[in-house]
């Protein structure tokens, strides 16, 4: 009798570790959940501050400036005045400036075939340019996927453990307030999740809308550099 006594004692105390072991394993989780939620709004607000902040940098502030740049290279380029030209460029103000970047690496690289200049300077606008804005705009689009889904697992597991609550003291009967609890974690969790979403699908859209912007605006200021660079090259006997 003593033996199944002792058995019966062990097997309840065991039972009682595995639950408290699940319970705590559980409350890792859903600590675990707000700090991936947490980690997406800053990681979307912080990617989605340093790409604003790069399409600034690369971009003219506004049409008027563009083209009084591209009329004063224009003056450079009619006078046959390459090395005016660079140094119009390389001033403080446009240094970040993708256009004067790739002005200049137009200017350098004169004496190619105009096909040439052009398709290595969109080789270069892509690659040193686009990519890195594409890049952190892919991050922007990570947070907007990944916060949503954060908040449906914690909505999933608040509901686990809802339902095991109430299959657990089905004879008892459970506490409201220990139901409430789990059932707002899932509500709290799936609103923290598209709360973070919406602003950053708002974000995300007003930076492709710039970046599109500014590839737009670099397409049309490269062909009015090329013609006139193409002029200069013929007063200055360059034909290929």
């Avoid at 002792?6 to 394993?25: D, R």
């Avoid at 502030?61 to 083209?67: I, L, R, Y």
């Avoid at 993708?98 to 606008?125: N, S």
Wanted: a neutral charge; glycine letters at 8%.
């Amino acid at each position: 009798m003593n033996l199944l006594q002792n058995g019966a004692g062990l097997i309840f105390t065991l039972a009682q570790e595995k639950k408290v072991e699940a319970s705590f394993f559980m409350k890792m989780v859903e600590q675990s959940i707000w700090i991936g939620i947490g980690a997406c709004a800053l990681l979307g607000l912080f990617c989605g501050y340093l790409l604003f902040r790069r399409i600034k940098q690369k971009s003219f502030p506004g049409a008027e400036a563009e083209q009084a740049f591209l009329n004063d290279v224009a003056e450079c380029l009619d006078r046959n005045d390459f090395d005016g030209a660079l140094a119009l460029c390389d001033t403080p103000a446009l240094w970040n400036r993708a256009l004067p970047q790739l002005t200049t690496l137009a200017v350098q690289h004169r004496d190619r075939p105009i096909g040439k200049i052009r398709q290595m300077l969109m080789e270069r606008f892509e690659r040193d340019i686009m990519t890195g804005l594409d890049r952190l705009n892919s991050w922007v689009s990570t947070s907007i996927k990944t916060a949503p889904q954060l908040g449906l697992l914690g909505t999933v597991l608040g509901m686990i453990n809802a339902f095991a609550k109430i299959a657990g003291a089905a004879s008892s009967g459970v506490e409201p307030k220990e139901l409430a609890a789990d059932i707002s974690f899932a509500l709290f969790t799936t609103a923290a999740g598209m709360a973070i979403s919406i602003p950053l699908i708002v974000m995300n859209t007003a930076a492709q809308n710039k970046i599109n912007g500014l590839q737009e605006s670099v397409d049309e200021g490269l062909g009015a550099l090329l013609e006139d660079l193409a002029a200069a090259r013929q007063r200055t006997g360059v034909t290929n």
